[in-house]
């Protein structure tokens, strides 16, 4: 971690920023077990503020700095309340709120990646924490939806909203009615319909219809996904 913060510290160059947070990142996925406990919230501490200070920079490395945070935060045992403390630390500024979509993001992804050294119990078990507030990650992206402004970074956030959006889908263990009723379903598949392929925001809002497709398959807890897509689908 120190050589890490020295290395971005000096801030020389775009590259040695990308090779230490994806150094850093690697370290965490590989070698957590090796990383001393008392630790692991400074270390906590220190990726939030990095990824703060880092917002406006590359998308990669705002990518690889949310990796190594989701990473670390599916193997911390102690860090029970990720969701909760990720958007009430960054949603209530509107220049996080791009932070907070790609560690939100990167959340449910990291869960099923099988490069992660996640026993089959501690993946159960992260699995059902981030589950049980999948309310307030559906909330907080129908929240940004409501309240993007037109900007130069419209479509950007959009895209950020949709992958989140699909992200979570793919998850499973969400309220269905609120999700069909939300303005995010409706708004993706105005971009589908309307857009052509070169949209900055058409290939995300395809990868989110279907992660609901796929979260349509079980029709017993999704019926209301189910009816608000099949009908659009079949009008293609």
């Avoid at 992958?163 to 589908?192: N, T």
């Avoid at 796929?214 to 009908?231: G, K």
Wanted: aromatic share 8%; net charge neutral.
């Amino acid at each position: 971690k120190q050589w890490y913060q020295r290395r971005v510290r000096e801030n020389k160059s775009r590259g040695a920023n990308h090779f230490a947070s994806t150094t850093l990142r690697n370290k965490i996925q590989r070698e957590f077990r090796e990383l001393p406990s008392a630790s692991h919230t400074s270390l906590r501490q220190s990726l939030m503020q990095h990824l703060v200070k880092y917002r406006a920079g590359e998308a990669v490395l705002l990518t690889q700095l949310s990796l190594a945070l989701a990473d670390l935060a599916l193997q911390m045992n102690s860090w029970t309340t990720i969701v909760p403390d990720l958007v009430s630390q960054l949603s209530t500024v509107t220049k996080l709120w791009n932070v907070l979509l790609e560690c939100l993001t990167v959340l449910p992804e990291e869960v099923g990646s099988r490069h992660l050294k996640l026993g089959a119990a501690r993946r159960e078990e992260v699995t059902s924490q981030l589950q049980q507030h999948s309310a307030t990650v559906f909330a907080f992206l129908e929240f940004v939806m409501g309240n993007m402004a037109a900007s130069d970074t419209h479509d950007t956030t959009m895209n950020h909203v949709f992958k989140c959006w699909g992200s979570w889908l793919f998850l499973g263990e969400f309220d269905a009615k609120a999700v069909a009723g939300g303005q995010i379903l409706p708004r993706i598949f105005e971009i589908i319909t309307t857009s052509n392929h070169a949209h900055k925001c058409y290939e995300a809002a395809s990868d989110a219809v279907c992660s609901a497709t796929y979260a349509m398959e079980d029709l017993h807890l999704n019926r209301e996904l189910a009816l608000q897509i099949v009908p659009r689908l079949s009008a293609f």
